[in-house]
DNA sequence: GAATAGCACTCTCGCGCAGAGAGTGCTAAC
DNA sequence: GTTAGCACTCTCTGCGCGAGAGTGCTATTC
């Protein structure tokens, strides 16, 4: 299928870039009017003939223009890929507004997801780094009021899981303190299978906290990504393909229920590499909802401690020259936070 | 402008009711087909007439049926307040989820905005409930590694805010440890000011956190509210008068930009008496992006202490004899969850 | 033999128009 | 006061038609 000539490929870019631009089918004679191209028309139909055959190009009828298939989207894609880069004066302010913000895994995401949206103007999603085989750091135990009990669990990483449990009877805050001290020096730097593997602790209330640790540290673990983090949800409503609600309604749904965004995630990225983007076109065959969108996705962080998924969603025919850049220099940025945390470990 | 005659009334109510279910202008006929009236088309068109005049309907075009004003709304909606119960059914499963849940102020207001959404098929908000004056009640200091330290603040009440701290210099989790043993022995339910009054600590460390302590005490206050949580902004998608993307762009955009929700909610409801519903209709003249739409909120919690803000956002022709009253139980629900939490104290 | 000019053909889009349908408001009768 | 009847108004739908854009094919040029 590879056997694009020179001449071929430049119009095939273009043709994409202009979609990309315009939203319409892109003809012959306008592709002329708008590029330097030292050719006459029939030529021009000539090669889209060629393209539509080899399945790069299609027409929404006989006498429209040409518009890019997913095939066509993908090749564009390849080109883009180890070529866009993003000013420096943007990749500066964007520095800026992490080093400026609080260090705090919340605002970071947060703020990841702003960024991206509005770079983009597509939705982002950003998830929070997150450890495969989650460490105990520390517990502490604050005595809120009668029985109630929060307790604050830190793993290595970084990651915090807090929890209300309610205990059979009222316990003093100096026994929390104490029984958390205990456990603290007891289970420093221990991983899940380790803690398991613990003899049963003498002191009942030592016991039920160790196994309310142990549920915790599984629930993290099971969660397979960190929190997600979305922005920009209504900038895709403006985009003309989704002029029909009911197909960006299905898109936004999978925002929504979580759950679904997080398989979507995990199973496109487990088996990437960090600092490697990955675009996906028409919802890859996969996604029935996405058959209209492209995702482009990339992983950060240290990998076998801590990583995350970030990306942004957006119509087949978003603006990849400013997204992928985007989303790798993020990334990148995500990536030197989460090993600058690390560091001290 | 009272001057309604129990005719009329009867009828207003039909007409609103009709239109709120089939989203069309009801004209006299409809009227007649779909209700046991006993008057004509022609009476009913008389009084049609009369209610227009009045400005409780009003009609899109000359033929066309008539269609609820605002003040038709209202009306209908101070008919429905008093009135309007949830089937038993419905108030003991959503009872059951919530005693089933974990407890934790974020599985509460997650399943609150969740139960909210369904049931009214609108868009949910629900804010955490806050403190306008918080209260400190115990601070915990985890030295995440080398000079970070996670800083957890309990306040009276159990609002929970993390933060972490960058100190000049490394410091053991011993001294950490140390140094929130003393300042809880220090600040133990004080109150802002109070602790503001306190004099200077001599051990720089304790100031310096005691310093924090006080800005995150004052950024609690400041907020306003709590977290907001929403659900079901998918759902106002699919409703008909919201056809042309701009119009609902702009409402959902509220939603993106949490700062001005929060000041919506804010705004609306400071002097709203716990337990009492109100209703806002059609923006109110305020809001201009919720020209269409209709929102039912309720203050819930223990005033004083502390409370929270929920609601329903939808199109002015939402299911009201729905919202109202699943808004007004979960407010309920949460309010004495609230008060189990607060009640130890 | 590749590139081009010319031309007939196809398909969509927008517009105007007519007829159907729904609903009103008025008037006259009950 | 209520109702039947009727003329009137306005929207909505489908249809046909012409304009416009773009194609594909063929004959011609370099």
Redesign the interface.
């Known amino acids: 299928m590879n056997e694009l000539t020179e001449r071929q490929k430049t119009l095939l870019l273009l043709i994409v870039r202009d979609y990309i631009e315009s939203a319409q089918p892109v003809g012959s004679n306008r592709l002329l009017a708008n590029y330097p191209i030292k050719l006459s028309s029939a030529t021009i139909r000539n090669e889209m003939a060629a393209l539509t055959e080899m399945g790069y190009l299609r027409q929404p009828h006989t006498s429209a223009g040409r518009v890019p298939s997913e095939e066509g989207y993908r090749y564009f894609v390849s080109q883009m890929m180890n070529q866009a880069v993003l000013p420096e004066s943007v990749e500066r302010t964007i520095s800026h507004q992490f080093h400026q913000s ?4 919340d605002q970071w995401m947060t703020l990841a997801a702003s960024i991206l949206a509005h770079q983009s103007q597509g939705v982002s999603m950003v998830t929070a780094p997150h450890a495969q085989k989650a460490k105990y ?2 517990v ?1 135990l ?7 009990v ?1 307790m ?1 669990l ?1 793993m290595a990483g ?1 990651e ?1 899981s ?3 449990l ?1 205990l059979a009877e009222p316990v003093s ?1 100096e026994r929390l303190s104490q029984t958390a001290a205990r456990l603290n020096a007891l289970l420093a730097g221990l991983a899940m299978d380790a803690i398991t593997a613990l003899p049963a602790r003498s002191d009942a209330l030592d016991q039920d906290i160790l196994t309310l640790i142990v549920q915790d540290i599984r629930r993290a673990e099971d969660r397979g990504s960190g929190e997600i983090y979305t ?4 900038n895709v ?2 985009e003309p393909e ?2 029909e ?2 197909e ?2 299905r898109a ?2 999978l925002f ?1 229920e979580r759950s679904t965004l997080q398989d979507l995630l995990a199973r496109t990225t487990t088996n990437s590499n960090v600092g490697a983007l990955q675009v996906l076109i028409g919802g890859e065959g996969e996604w029935e909802e996405l058959r209209q969108c492209s995702i482009v996705l990339a992983r950060y962080g240290v990998p076998g401690i801590a990583t995350g998924t970030l990306g942004v969603l957006g119509p087949m025919r978003m603006s990849y020259a400013r997204t992928i850049p985007t989303v790798r220099f993020v990334a990148g940025l995500l990536s030197d936070l989460v090993n600058d ?1 690390i ?3």
Chains 1, 2 share one sequence.
């Open positions: 609080r260090p705090d895994v750091k520390h502490e604050i005595s809120t009021q009668g029985r109630q929060l604050v830190v970084g915090v807090q929890q209300i309610t805050q922005d920009g949800l209504t409503l403006s989704f002029a609600s009911d960006v309604r936004l749904k929504e945390t560091a001290g470990e």
